[in-house]
């Protein structure tokens, strides 16, 4: 019996520019995945549409453009909601040879398990209560990054005039003895961008300096780039 490929809802499929991160101005392939399970405060990608496709047929899709480009990122929403249909894309994908990128918001460790093998870069959103307004995801994180760290990741949070710092304090004591080599980004908020935030991030880059010898303040680009 054949079985039937599963389909992925996504909301658009796009060349640009990537504008956070390690690899900020780096031309990507972006697909988006409808769906996310948060609902974060700052969110710019709240998303209400999309197609369904068979993995063929996004891979159609993506065959579609020229392939000048860094790496596909597969973003969201949350591509990971989605993890069997991310997983035969994935895989497709790889049997062309092209660099596959996973931004994700670092809660569905057990998902991360199944697909980190075909994905090469892991850029992993770690979620501060007081800047989100949501739950604390602390536990979840902390396996997520063990699963994570077979691969290249990073990890970016967003710092808001409402952070408090017992956050920040509780990401160094959560990662203490598993994040030095990692690359940590904090993100002002391009909201609130001002010099009393520019001095709290530099203050929580100060505290987070325990934890990894790599801790930079990158703005999100993209909203000045305007560009997705
Ligand atoms: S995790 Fe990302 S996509 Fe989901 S609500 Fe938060 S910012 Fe938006």
Not at 11 to 22: A, I, T
Not at 32 to 43: M, S
Not at 88 to 99: A, P, R, T, Y
């Amino acid at each position: 019996m054949i079985r039937p490929s599963v389909t992925g809802k996504i909301s658009e499929v796009f060349c640009s520019v990537q504008g956070e991160g390690l690899y900020t101005g780096s031309r990507q392939l972006f697909v988006r995945f409808y769906g996310c399970n948060l609902d974060c405060v700052f969110c710019d990608t709240k998303l209400s549409t999309y197609e369904r496709y068979t993995p063929n047929e996004l891979h159609d899709i993506i065959s579609g453009f020229t392939k000048n480009y860094h790496s596909i990122s597969f973003t969201g929403g949350e591509p990971l909601m989605q993890k069997d249909f991310l997983k035969e894309i994935l895989q497709l994908v790889k049997k062309d040879g092209i660099k596959t990128y996973l931004e994700t918001n670092g809660i569905f460790h057990e998902e991360l398990k199944d697909v980190i093998d075909y994905i090469d870069i892991i850029a992993m959103d770690f979620k501060l209560p007081t800047s989100g307004k949501h739950d604390k995801y602390w536990q979840e994180h902390k396996k997520f990054l063990n699963v994570a760290r077979k691969k290249e990741v990073f990890i970016k949070c967003i710092m808001c005039l409402s952070t408090h710092n017992e956050d920040i304090e509780e990401v160094t004591s959560l990662l203490k003895d598993s994040a030095r080599n990692i690359p940590f980004i904090i993100q002002p908020n391009t909201f609130e961008l001002s010099k009393r935030l520019l001095d709290k991030a530099k203050a929580c880059q100060d505290t987070l300096f325990d934890i990894s010898n790599d801790v930079r303040i990158i703005p999100q680009v993209h909203k000045y780039l305007l560009v997705h």
